[in-house]
């Protein structure tokens, strides 16, 4: 079946200009999860989304960054006013609901600031 | 708060060897523990999932163990070979994230295997 996708696969973009990055989990799973990874750093969690409970956002490093999910599937995540600090590769990943389940992760989106 | 180490940051064997990557973690309190190889510019593929209550789990040449009242996990290639070059990095979960499922990561093991 499908895996998790997500769009673009590369940004460039200029500082201060508004991103969106675009997530699409795997059919049936509710649980969805933004992870980012910048150059020299590990992995870090930004948000979280279950079902139709507010989403945990304890990760997300600045007001300049949101994300919402659509009718519990597709995700969007923004950046506003960008700065070189937000370049990285943005990992997207999803799983069914339960400590049991495996996470899944798209191929990322590479964002680069300029 | 939960930290992951993977030591060491980089390996680098002749095909064909056998080879452990090591994974280690401050707090035992954990649901389980997930292994994932990373090639260059892609994301993550999932290896292999240990529940905190199992031992070891095995996928063909992978074999992973972990060890939850010493805060450790190896990861077991057999044979290796060339495909297996990627950086590999383990991730748990943690008990303390109850209400949130978000995995907290090493730094992961740069493996290059020589032909």
């Known amino acids: 079946g499908a895996g998790v996708s997500q769009s673009p696969s590369n940004k460039v973009t200029e500082k201060g200009k508004d991103v969106e990055l675009r997530c699409d989990p795997i059919s049936g799973h509710t649980a969805l999860y933004w992870y980012r990874q910048s150059l020299g750093q590990g992995l870090e969690f930004l948000i979280y989304f279950q079902g139709n409970s507010a989403p945990d956002k304890s990760g997300l490093p600045s007001d300049r960054f949101s994300a919402e999910r659509t009718g519990g599937s597709v995700s969007t995540l923004t950046i506003q006013r960008t700065q070189q600090e937000d370049s990285a590769v943005y990992l997207c990943?999803?799983?069914?609901?339960?400590?049991?389940?495996?996470?899944?992760f798209g191929p990322g989106t590479r964002l680069t600031v300029t | 708060k939960q930290e992951v180490t993977q030591i060491p940051a980089a390996l680098s064997v002749p095909e064909g060897e056998n080879l452990v990557l090591n994974c280690s973690f401050t707090d035992s309190a954990i649901y389980n523990l997930q292994w994932f190889r990373q090639d260059p510019g892609k994301g993550l593929t999932s290896l292999l999932l240990i529940q905190s209550s199992q031992r070891e789990q095995t996928s063909g040449r992978l074999n992973a163990s972990l060890d939850k009242s010493s805060g450790r996990s190896t990861l077991y290639i057999a044979a290796s070979q060339p495909g297996d070059s990627a950086t590999y990095l383990c991730?748990?979960?943690?008990?303390?994230?109850?209400?949130?499922?978000?995995?907290?990561f090493g730094t992961g093991t740069r493996l290059t295997i020589i032909p």
């Open positions: 990943a999803s799983s069914l609901v339960g400590f049991s389940y495996e996470q899944y």
């Open positions: 991730a748990v979960r943690p008990i303390s994230n109850f209400g949130n499922e978000k995995l907290t």
